[in-house]
Nanobody, 124 residues
Protein backbone atom coordinates (compact mmCIF):
# COMPACT_ATOMS: atom_id res chain seq x y z
CA UNK A 1 0.00 0.00 0.00
CA UNK A 2 1.16 3.52 -0.79
CA UNK A 3 -0.07 6.62 0.98
CA UNK A 4 -0.04 9.98 -0.77
CA UNK A 5 -0.32 13.41 0.80
CA UNK A 6 -0.63 16.56 -1.30
CA UNK A 7 0.22 20.05 -0.17
CA UNK A 8 0.84 23.47 -1.62
CA UNK A 9 -2.57 24.49 -2.84
CA UNK A 10 -4.14 27.83 -2.07
CA UNK A 11 -5.50 31.08 -3.45
CA UNK A 12 -3.45 32.92 -6.04
CA UNK A 13 -4.09 35.73 -8.47
CA UNK A 14 -4.14 35.14 -12.19
CA UNK A 15 -0.63 35.12 -13.56
CA UNK A 16 0.81 33.78 -10.33
CA UNK A 17 2.51 30.50 -9.56
CA UNK A 18 2.09 27.61 -7.17
CA UNK A 19 4.05 24.47 -6.53
CA UNK A 20 2.15 21.42 -5.40
CA UNK A 21 3.88 18.59 -3.59
CA UNK A 22 2.87 14.97 -3.24
CA UNK A 23 4.72 12.94 -0.62
CA UNK A 24 4.56 9.17 -0.95
CA UNK A 25 5.05 6.72 1.88
CA UNK A 26 4.63 3.01 2.42
CA UNK A 27 5.59 0.57 -0.32
CA UNK A 28 7.17 3.17 -2.57
CA UNK A 29 9.27 0.57 -4.35
CA UNK A 30 6.05 -0.57 -6.00
CA UNK A 31 5.43 2.81 -7.65
CA UNK A 32 5.72 2.76 -11.41
CA UNK A 33 4.48 6.25 -12.15
CA UNK A 34 2.93 9.21 -10.39
CA UNK A 35 0.32 11.46 -11.88
CA UNK A 36 -1.36 14.77 -11.19
CA UNK A 37 -5.07 15.05 -11.84
CA UNK A 38 -7.51 17.87 -11.36
CA UNK A 39 -11.23 18.21 -11.00
CA UNK A 40 -12.96 21.50 -11.54
CA UNK A 41 -16.48 22.14 -10.22
CA UNK A 42 -19.05 20.34 -12.33
CA UNK A 43 -16.41 18.62 -14.43
CA UNK A 44 -14.87 15.19 -14.53
CA UNK A 45 -11.47 14.50 -13.10
CA UNK A 46 -8.78 14.80 -15.75
CA UNK A 47 -5.16 13.81 -16.01
CA UNK A 48 -2.77 16.75 -16.11
CA UNK A 49 0.48 14.84 -16.50
CA UNK A 50 2.50 11.99 -15.07
CA UNK A 51 6.08 11.00 -14.42
CA UNK A 52 7.67 7.61 -14.23
CA UNK A 53 9.08 6.98 -10.79
CA UNK A 54 12.49 5.58 -11.69
CA UNK A 55 13.25 6.98 -15.14
CA UNK A 56 11.76 10.47 -14.79
CA UNK A 57 10.04 10.19 -18.15
CA UNK A 58 7.19 12.67 -18.27
CA UNK A 59 3.99 12.83 -20.20
CA UNK A 60 1.62 15.71 -20.62
CA UNK A 61 3.51 18.67 -19.15
CA UNK A 62 5.93 20.18 -21.60
CA UNK A 63 6.82 23.71 -22.58
CA UNK A 64 6.23 22.67 -26.17
CA UNK A 65 2.51 22.87 -25.45
CA UNK A 66 2.77 26.62 -25.23
CA UNK A 67 0.14 28.50 -23.25
CA UNK A 68 -2.03 25.50 -22.50
CA UNK A 69 -1.88 24.16 -18.96
CA UNK A 70 0.48 21.49 -20.18
CA UNK A 71 2.92 24.10 -21.33
CA UNK A 72 2.64 26.14 -18.15
CA UNK A 73 2.97 23.19 -15.77
CA UNK A 74 6.06 21.15 -15.00
CA UNK A 75 6.14 17.82 -13.21
CA UNK A 76 9.27 16.69 -11.41
CA UNK A 77 10.38 14.14 -8.87
CA UNK A 78 12.76 13.95 -5.93
CA UNK A 79 13.28 10.26 -5.37
CA UNK A 80 15.33 10.87 -2.23
CA UNK A 81 12.29 12.53 -0.66
CA UNK A 82 9.71 10.27 -2.33
CA UNK A 83 8.02 13.44 -3.49
CA UNK A 84 6.55 14.55 -6.80
CA UNK A 85 5.99 18.19 -7.61
CA UNK A 86 3.75 20.11 -9.96
CA UNK A 87 5.04 23.58 -10.71
CA UNK A 88 2.24 25.70 -12.11
CA UNK A 89 3.06 29.03 -13.70
CA UNK A 90 0.99 31.77 -15.34
CA UNK A 91 -2.09 30.46 -13.60
CA UNK A 92 -5.50 31.25 -15.02
CA UNK A 93 -8.96 31.24 -13.38
CA UNK A 94 -9.79 28.14 -15.42
CA UNK A 95 -7.03 26.30 -13.57
CA UNK A 96 -9.18 26.46 -10.45
CA UNK A 97 -9.77 22.90 -9.31
CA UNK A 98 -8.99 20.30 -6.71
CA UNK A 99 -5.66 18.76 -7.63
CA UNK A 100 -4.95 15.15 -6.80
CA UNK A 101 -1.87 13.02 -7.07
CA UNK A 102 -2.13 9.33 -7.78
CA UNK A 103 0.15 6.33 -8.08
CA UNK A 104 0.22 3.53 -10.59
CA UNK A 105 1.66 0.53 -8.75
CA UNK A 106 3.67 -2.27 -10.31
CA UNK A 107 2.94 -0.94 -13.82
CA UNK A 108 -0.58 -2.33 -13.71
CA UNK A 109 -1.82 0.66 -15.64
CA UNK A 110 -4.36 1.71 -13.02
CA UNK A 111 -4.21 4.68 -10.70
CA UNK A 112 -4.55 2.71 -7.51
CA UNK A 113 -3.54 5.07 -4.76
CA UNK A 114 -4.88 8.59 -4.41
CA UNK A 115 -4.17 11.54 -2.23
CA UNK A 116 -6.88 13.56 -0.54
CA UNK A 117 -6.57 16.48 -2.94
CA UNK A 118 -5.54 20.08 -2.53
CA UNK A 119 -7.62 23.06 -3.60
CA UNK A 120 -6.18 25.55 -6.05
CA UNK A 121 -8.17 28.72 -6.60
CA UNK A 122 -7.08 31.32 -9.12
CA UNK A 123 -8.75 34.70 -8.90
CA UNK A 124 -9.09 37.03 -11.86
Amino acid sequence: QVQLVESGGGLVQAGGSLRLSCAASGRTLSIYRMGWFRQAPGKERELVCFIRWTTGYTYGCNAAYGDSERGRFTISIDNAKNTVYLQMNSLKPEDTAVYYCAADLNSRGNWESWGQGTQVTVSS
